[in-house]
């Protein structure tokens, strides 16, 4: 671009140094003003999910030939952006629900989708948002009556509509806790999933105390005549007597005298 300027005379009076210089500063005002308008915004966390979300689903057979759309989070959730691309995956085939995740930095969430033709643009506000809560999910397959540790699970954020009373998100819940069926990888850990361990089996040697609180405590060796968990009282049998007695159950093959 060729620009053409006036050259004036008597240009060092100070009117003609005062005009230069608002001509000089309209001048960079526009090129500012010109270039910030053609540089592209960026797009957000969710905008940049929203588009690669349909570019997978475009070549996904569950969703072809849909026009797929991310339903939005729910507000308290915050999308991170990634640095890498998303990866993508249909966990639960019978319902509209994708798992999002993100290697750098690692996170990952679940996100509902609607595959009708969209007529207005999404609100992330929107009330009708799904709500996601934060679960315990497995690391790897967990067979039944596995005792359960915290380090066996993993946080996540899943859609739980009509399970939030039966869901567990707390870790100390765990404690004493054994699998009453298989648990597959990334499965969310329900309260019907579990039932308080059994610490002491019938047929083992258990450690008895008696007297703890009473300035005084003994420990005997006793046989265990029932399967018992934390808390409950079992019928044992004394090693060196043979005497029957009762104790309640403190930890694995430890019990105290009732």
Known sequence: MTMQMLCLKNADTPRVKRWGMWLAACVLSHAQIGFAADSP??????????KQAQQWAANHPSFQGKQVQVVPVDPRITVQNCQQNLQFEQPFPNQP??????????????????????????????????????????KELLKRGTVIRPDMFSYADMPAAGMENQIISDTKLLKNMEL??????????????????????????????????QGFSITMRA????????????????????????????????????
């Open 180 to 213: 009453v069926r298989d648990l597959t990888p990334n499965t969310p850990l329900r309260s019907y999933d579990v039932k308080t361990a059994v610490l002491v089996k019938r047929g083992q040697e258990v450690q008895l105390t008696a007297g703890e609180g």
């Open 97 to 138: 629900a994708l798992r999002v995740r993100c290697a750098q930095p690692a996170w990952q969430l679940f996100v509902n989708v609607n595959t009708g033709q969209a007529t207005a643009p999404l609100n992330r506000a929107s009330p009708s948002a799904p709500v996601l809560h934060k679960v315990l999910v497995s």
């Open 223 to 258: 046989e265990a005549l029932q399967d018992g968990g934390l808390g409950e009282q079992i019928r044992l049998k004394n090693v060196e007597s043979g005497r029957s007695i009762y104790g309640v159950i403190t930890g694995p093959n430890a019990a105290k005298l009732r």
């Open 41 to 50: 915004l960026p797009d957000s966390a969710f905008e940049a999910l929203q």
